[in-house]
């Protein structure tokens, strides 16, 4: 359903909730998709969120509920029996399961915790023990594995007897008797073969894979690369020991496409959407960078003071100061923007430093050239000004682009190179450097052809 069907059918809901008439309520929902469930359950009060859940069908119910925010999930944990609690777990996958115990409150932990059996809390406290944002955080133990040596009659029986537990029936992962990965093979290439014939023989050897430690977000690369619906997760030793999944990936590459823009806009990264953070949450999260940035632009307000004298011999120098530095700015941040997406896009590495700079100083030649031929026009013909002042401006405009594009290209690179993240360097390093490099190339090149 799209958005507006949903909040029709939210109306209808809450209608039949408020009117206490639960059988309609539970028939409407029942053949539902179990994302527009979890919609569903968000936007209820806390008193008739639990209420609705206990009205779905069981395993419709718990598909919703690995949907759901962690805070809407804590809402529905505390109100749960115990064996609403176990129901639940029983038909959570343990990513799942995984990332809703890792934004729980120490409590509503343990309550979980005590209503699953011994082997699921020591695999959940495998992968929390793996480095937060790795491949290991994020993958799922739920495989199917297979050995070289069965046939595909014998494969088929094993899915069948073991796939209902799994996450993904789709891609099988052939291992030997010490988990070592030694070769995949997909439904699709069993259900294409005689059923007598052995899977070494049909597998696939030449597999792709990532290693417990790798970044989250080069592993979503990795599947988008080779199109995969799962990779595999191995450890030092090169045995299997999970999967990440494409709807993980996805997960992935949404948080930190959303955290790229957060940083770029001078802001600290938020995990929680924006209806559902409070006024003081979101000015702690803006407000450092504000100080930032205001202290930053001191430097500006310096370099403008060094060179007042020049000022009040050319007061019409004064009016161009804004479009200058912005220009500079703007050319800048289009430069670290493009730079950024191919770094994390992994298209764009340290040793291509001298061909990108080398595009950037060309491509800003032809758009300063451009704006400042445009420039140079209106300020001739339109503002009316003297011709000295307007090759300033036109001169400096040149220059301006140029400074502006190497740095916003250099220093995404430069950070990734320091282990830092590129995306902080986009809105308040830049700009300070840009604007600054501004005005000191414009006041310098007004001194020598103006001669104040």
């Given at each position: ?18 009117q ?54 804590e809402?529905?944990?505390r ?19 995984v990332?809703m ?11 979980i915790?005590?209503h ?16 937060k ?14 050995k ?9 029986d ?31 290439d ?13 597998m696939?050897?030449n597999?792709?894979?990532?290693s ?13 690369r080779y ?30 496409a ?32 504000l100080?930032?940035?205001?202290i ?12 007042e ?8 120098l004064?009016s161009?100061?804004?479009?200058l ?8 941040g ?8 191919g ?14 700079l ?18 140079f ?42 282990g ?19 005005l000191?190339i ?11």
């Amino acid at each position: 359903m799209n958005y507006d069907e949903n909040n029709e059918m939210l109306e209808r809901l809450e209608a039949l909730l408020d009117q206490r008439n639960y059988n309609q309520a539970g028939a409407l929902v029942k053949d539902m998709n179990p994302a527009d469930a979890a919609f569903l359950l968000e936007e209820l009060s806390e008193q008739k969120m639990p209420v609705f859940f206990r009205l779905l069908p069981k395993e419709l119910a718990a598909d919703a509920f690995a949907y759901m925010s962690p805070e809407a999930q804590e809402v529905l944990v505390r109100g749960f029996s115990d064996r609403e609690l176990e129901e639940v777990m029983e038909q959570l996958f343990l990513d799942d399961t995984v990332d809703m115990i890792e934004e729980m409150p120490a409590n509503v932990v343990k309550k979980i915790l005590r209503h699953v059996d011994a082997e699921t809390r020591k695999r959940i406290n495998q992968v929390l023990n793996y480095p937060k944002d790795s491949a290991g955080s994020i993958m799922t133990m739920e495989y199917v594995d297979l050995k070289r040596s069965m046939t595909v009659e014998q494969a088929f029986d094993r899915i069948r007897r073991t796939g209902v537990e799994k996450e993904t029936v789709y891609t099988c992962y052939v291992t030997d008797s010490r988990r070592k990965l030694e070769g995949i093979v997909t439904v699709k290439d069993l259900l294409l073969a005689e059923k007598d014939q052995v899977i070494r023989n049909i597998m696939e050897t030449n597999v792709k894979s990532v290693s417990t430690h790798t970044d989250q977000e080069e592993a979503a690369r990795e599947l988008s690369r080779y199109d995969f619906l799962a990779l595999p997760v191995v450890d030092a030793e090169g045995r299997l020991v999970g999967i990440v999944t494409v709807d993980d990936a996805i997960d992935v590459i949404q948080e930190e496409a959303t955290e790229d823009i957060e940083k770029m806009a001078a802001m600290a990264p938020s995990d929680r959407p924006y209806l559902k953070t409070n006024v003081w949450e979101t000015w702690r999260k803006r407000v450092p960078w504000l100080l930032i940035l205001m202290i930053s632009a001191t430097f500006t307000s310096g370099i403008i003071s060094a060179y007042e004298s020049a000022l009040a011999a050319s007061v019409v120098l004064t009016s161009f100061i804004p479009m200058l530095m912005d220009t500079g700015g703007n050319s800048g941040g289009q430069a670290s923007a493009t730079i950024i997406r191919g770094l994390s896009l992994g298209e764009i590495h340290y040793r291509d430093v001298p061909r990108v700079l080398l595009k950037e100083c060309a491509v800003a030649l032809l758009c300063g050239g451009t704006l400042a031929a445009a420039s140079f026009l209106k300020l001739l013909f339109l503002d009316r000004v003297g011709l000295p002042v307007a090759l300033v401006v036109a001169a400096t405009l040149v220059s301006a682009v140029v400074v502006a594009n190497l740095v916003g290209s250099s220093l995404p690179i430069l950070a990734k190179r320091l282990g830092l993240d590129p995306t902080v360097t986009a809105s308040p390093l830049i700009t300070t450097l840009v604007d600054a490099a501004a005005l000191m190339i414009y006041f310098n090149v007004a001194k020598l052809a103006l001669g104040i």
